[in-house]
């Protein structure tokens, strides 16, 4: 059975696109790309169009990820289109368990920080008003959990 699985923080410039481009390259790298579909997406919609941030264009390609996306809104369609929603913080959490139109859909949101198997944290930090650690602490927390998430879908996108 396919997976689709969507990250969502709040600019969709900075972590979800990071968390994209990172489970993109793990899935491709294990020959699951018909398998797991990945996208990003921000609860605020202000940087819609907008590629990646450019410092953290520039820290995903260091460690070998090469970030495509352009920010778009979450929409209430979503909710539709994935079976997973993955968020990095808190107020991500909020913004989007508000918008869940059922109790299926709101069981489908899930915390970033959860699948993290080498770090101890409950949130992703939003590195935008952070210097270059900041980009480096976010990064190194996306390619624990991505590889968590990745473990915990296996059973599903079995033959
Ligand atoms: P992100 O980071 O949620 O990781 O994409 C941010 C991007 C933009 C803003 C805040 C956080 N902003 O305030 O414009």
Redesign the pocket.
Same mark, same amino acid.
């Given at each position: 059975m396919k997976q689709r699985v969507l990250f969502v *923080?709040? %600019?969709?410039? *900075?972590?979800? &696109? +990071?968390a994209e481009g990172i489970m993109q390259k793990l899935v491709e790298g294990e020959g699951l790309s018909d398998r797991i579909e990945v996208d990003s997406a %921000?609860? $605020?919609g %202000?940087?819609a169009g907008d590629a +990646?941030?450019p410092r953290?264009r520039r820290a995903a390609a260091a460690r070998g990820y090469d970030l495509t996306s352009r920010?778009r809104k979450i929409v209430s369609d979503d909710f539709d289109r994935f079976d997973r929603i993955v968020v990095?913080d808190d107020t991500?959490y909020e913004r989007v368990h508000r918008m869940a139109p059922d109790i299926a859909s709101a069981e489908k949101i899930c915390r970033m920080t959860d699948f993290c198997r080498r770090h101890r944290a409950d949130h992703?930090p939003? &590195? $935008? $008003?952070e210097g270059a650690d900041g980009f480096e602490r976010?990064l190194d927390l996306l390619e624990d959990a991505c590889a968590g998430l990745l473990d915990d879908m296996r059973g599903l996108v079995r033959d």
């Amino acid at each position: 059975m396919k997976q689709r699985v969507l990250f969502v *923080c709040l %600019g969709n410039i *900075c972590r979800s &696109p +990071a968390a994209e481009g990172i489970m993109q390259k793990l899935v491709e790298g294990e020959g699951l790309s018909d398998r797991i579909e990945v996208d990003s997406a %921000g609860t $605020y919609g %202000g940087h819609a169009g907008d590629a +990646a941030d450019p410092r953290m264009r520039r820290a995903a390609a260091a460690r070998g990820y090469d970030l495509t996306s352009r920010s778009r809104k979450i929409v209430s369609d979503d909710f539709d289109r994935f079976d997973r929603i993955v968020v990095m913080d808190d107020t991500n959490y909020e913004r989007v368990h508000r918008m869940a139109p059922d109790i299926a859909s709101a069981e489908k949101i899930c915390r970033m920080t959860d699948f993290c198997r080498r770090h101890r944290a409950d949130h992703v930090p939003d &590195p $935008y $008003y952070e210097g270059a650690d900041g980009f480096e602490r976010v990064l190194d927390l996306l390619e624990d959990a991505c590889a968590g998430l990745l473990d915990d879908m296996r059973g599903l996108v079995r033959d």
